[in-house]
């Protein structure tokens, strides 16, 4: 099947947490490898690759801890792209069939508070840059961000998708020119690329740091892959996400990682990226900053496009919401609102409350990933009855036990090996000498628990459900859309 469909929506997208019926379908597989490139290739994702580093690890170590972490969580993350094109949904509303109609709240909480607190930081971290840059004062240009990204947030789907091509075409010349200037013009403290150089926790720190980050970015995927036509293979569809997250993230947190090699203590990112990018000519910093506040707006725009369709799931769980340009307008303006009030009241603590917010995310999202492609791939192998999925007394139920027992199982077996800073460290972080190695616990533990707690799933009754209602469905999405 054709990668693009006709006819296409054009203006400000109307659809939120609903189906995208078959002939609203539109765009071309490659466009997720620039979305996902770019989404990850800015500053604050270079802020991830410094874990390492301020922890007493070197160098050599710190890279090679960047490319596993990346290499391993992406791999996840990627996964749940193949779920838009064959489902026609966002992300996050596809956890009602592993929690239930009303259970799903519980990572609904947790996601949106993600999309929140990562919007934090990039309008931080931006208006920083224009600051150094333009000037005009910090808090002013937070304030221009935020408003500038909802605005790029309610147009919608297709020029969020449209920018971050733009964006990466760009940035392969302004960067590509900053990071030949790092790697010729900086120097670092001997021992830095010494192999004989291992320490345990630092490496497991930023190994689970990098991890958490490509992770986090699982409750996204869907959302940017929806309106693709099913047709499009999940094999594709996982490399052009795989490759395109992969290879942004670890530009940017080697580069994080170079930048704290060479400052060290002094390492303060926005002067840091400065100094950096004038070694190759005076000015240039701005120009990487300039560049870069960019990058930060059109994520900040993903995080209020992801937080709208999370909140209005989760309003739809307690009363039957109406996807309109209204609905998505208010929850738009209360996510952007929620993010600059903290964004504005953030203190200068910036490194370490990062650093924590990153780990707190793959402590939240392990066991949820877990769940959500366990059912996808191996107990309903993608064939859900997708009008179900909207109905509070359909066959998914309001509780989903299993997917809840499992999360929570998975989660609580994950708090002995946690390691977050000076705010807790687990029993078995501490006899590992401080070293985080929860990933490797929750994961499979809440894989395989909801695996034997659906044995008696009913698959091919849901699928007979799903075919039959598969007309009704399309009907019904054409009758919800706004003229």
Do not use: C
């Not at 994950?414 to 616990?441: E, H, N, Q, R």
């Not at 929750?442 to 699928?463: F, I, K, M, N, Q």
């Amino acid at each position: 099947m054709s990668t693009s469909a006709e006819p296409r929506v054009s203006g400000l997208e109307v659809r939120s947490i609903d189906y995208v019926p078959l002939d609203e379908r539109h765009g071309k597989l490659w466009h997720l490898g620039p979305l996902w490139f770019m989404s990850n290739a800015q500053i604050a994702t270079l802020a991830v690759g410094l874990i390492s580093i301020t922890e007493g690890g070197n160098l050599v170590w710190s890279l090679l801890a960047i490319v596993a972490g990346t290499v391993i969580g992406t791999f996840f993350m990627a996964f749940h792209s193949a779920q838009g094109p064959q489902l026609g949904l966002p992300q996050m509303i596809q956890s009602r069939p592993q929690f239930g109609y009303v259970g799903a709240l519980l990572v609904w909480l947790f996601a949106y508070v993600q999309y929140a607190g990562f919007n934090v930081f990039n309008t931080i971290l931006a208006g920083q840059a224009l600051h150094t840059t333009v000037h005009g004062g910090v808090k002013l240009w937070v304030v221009v961000v935020t408003v500038v990204a909802l605005v790029i947030a309610l147009v919608g789907y297709d020029i969020i998708h449209k920018a971050e091509r733009i964006l990466t075409y760009t940035f392969l010349v302004v960067f590509g020119i900053f990071t030949v200037g790092v790697l010729v013009n900086l120097h670092y403290p001997p021992g830095s690329f010494d192999l004989g150089g291992f320490k345990a926790t630092p490496f497991l720190a930023q190994f689970g740091v990098v991890a958490g980050y490509q992770i986090s970015w699982a409750i996204y995927v869907s959302d940017y892959s929806r309106y693709l036509p099913p047709g499009v293979t999940v094999r594709k569809t996982f490399y052009w996400t795989y490759f395109g997250s992969a290879l942004g993230g670890i530009w940017l947190m080697v580069l994080g990682t170079l930048l704290a090699g060479w400052a060290g203590k002094s390492f303060d990112t926005i002067p840091t990226i400065n100094a950096a990018g004038d070694t190759v000519f005076t000015g240039f910093g701005a120009i990487v900053l300039l560049f870069a506040a960019l990058g930060l707006i059109s994520v900040t725009a993903l995080n209020m496009y992801g937080g709208s369709l999370t909140l209005i799931s989760g309003i739809d769980s307690f009363r039957k919401v109406r996807p309109t340009l209204a609905v998505r307008l208010l929850t738009l303006g209360l996510t952007a609102a929620l993010s600059l009030v903290g964004a504005l009241a953030a203190t200068s603590h910036f490194l370490q409350n990062f650093n924590d917010f990153l780990l707190l995310v793959l402590y939240l999202f392990i066991p949820w990933t877990a769940v959500n492609l366990m059912d996808y791939y191996v107990v309903r192998r993608g064939h859900y009855a997708v009008a179900e999925i909207f109905n509070p007394n359909g066959i998914y139920g309001r509780w989903g036990w299993n997917g809840i027992v499992s999360y929570l199982v998975g989660f609580a077996a994950m708090i002995p090996f946690f390691s977050v800073g000076t705010l807790y460290v687990g029993p078995a972080a501490k006899a590992l000498d401080g070293a985080d190695i929860s990933f490797f616990v929750g994961l499979p533990v809440s894989a395989l628990l909801y695996w034997l707690l659906t044995r008696s799933v009913d698959v091919e009754a849901e699928t007979r459900l799903a075919e039959a209602e598969a007309e009704e469905l399309d009907r019904a999405a054409h009758e919800h859309r706004e003229p």
